[in-house]
């Protein structure tokens, strides 16, 4: 089981059932949430302003059709010098995008651990725990 777990999406339906699902199938004590990329990287802004490391999420699901911030905004982001004490947590892309090329874009990004359809479910979450070694 993980101990923190962020999920970015703009959608409160995702958010709720992420919330759920992930609840449910014990794979975390906590889970956070993000409405875009921008408010995710504000998070991560405190914990290396704090210095609040123990705050730092072990993996984060993240949409990629979203206002204000987008996920690849928040990867491009994500992946600097700037977040680098921090940019060790791993990210699962959670889309409901079915374009190959998207894909194939976010094996650019050596923090993603993988790309996986909406909506989240048990079946993935096992998955994870299996690809996260838990």
Avoid at 3 to 22: A, E, R, W, Y
């Amino acid at each position: 089981m993980l101990d923190l777990i962020l999920c970015v999406d703009d959608d409160p339906i995702t958010l709720m059932l992420c919330k759920k699902v992930i609840s449910k199938a014990s794979f975390s004590n906590t889970i956070i949430t993000a409405k875009n990329g921008e408010e995710a990287l504000e998070y991560f802004d405190s914990i290396i302003n704090k210095g609040a490391t123990k705050e730092l999420p072990q993996l984060i699901f993240l949409d990629l059709n979203m206002p204000v911030m987008d996920g690849w905004e928040f990867l491009d982001n994500f992946n600097t010098d700037k977040y680098s004490e921090v940019n060790s947590t791993k990210i699962v892309v959670l889309s409901s995008t079915i374009d190959p090329e998207d894909h194939e874009k976010s094996k650019k990004y050596p923090m993603v651990i993988d790309f996986l359809s909406k909506p989240i479910t048990s079946n993935m979450l096992t998955y994870l725990e299996s690809k996260l070694q838990l």
